[in-house]
């Protein structure tokens, strides 16, 4: 896997990877009920950044916007599929 790192578009291939590590290990992880049955299930992960400058007195409030824009990300991703 790769390391956080600055904002370029080899950090952005990097967190698509991430991603689709995760859903591919999560799609992969078998479960099954407590009869036995198998339990079909995804993941949709979304990925965003943030800069040391965007970091203000309102910590709270940077880490919503973070959220959101990550939220955002993953919605556009659905829509391409």
Do not use: Y
Request: aromatic share 2%.
């Amino acid at each position: 896997m790769c390391a956080a790192r600055a904002a370029t578009s080899s950090s952005r291939g990097c967190a698509r990877e991430v991603g689709e590590h995760l859903r591919r290990a999560i799609a992969a992880a078998g479960l099954k009920t407590e009869a036995g049955e198998p339990i079909d299930f995804t993941v949709s992960v979304g990925a965003s950044q943030l800069r040391r400058e965007e970091i203000g007195p309102d910590v709270d409030q940077v880490l919503e916007d973070l959220i959101v824009r990550a939220n955002r990300h993953e919605m556009e991703m659905k829509a391409r599929r």
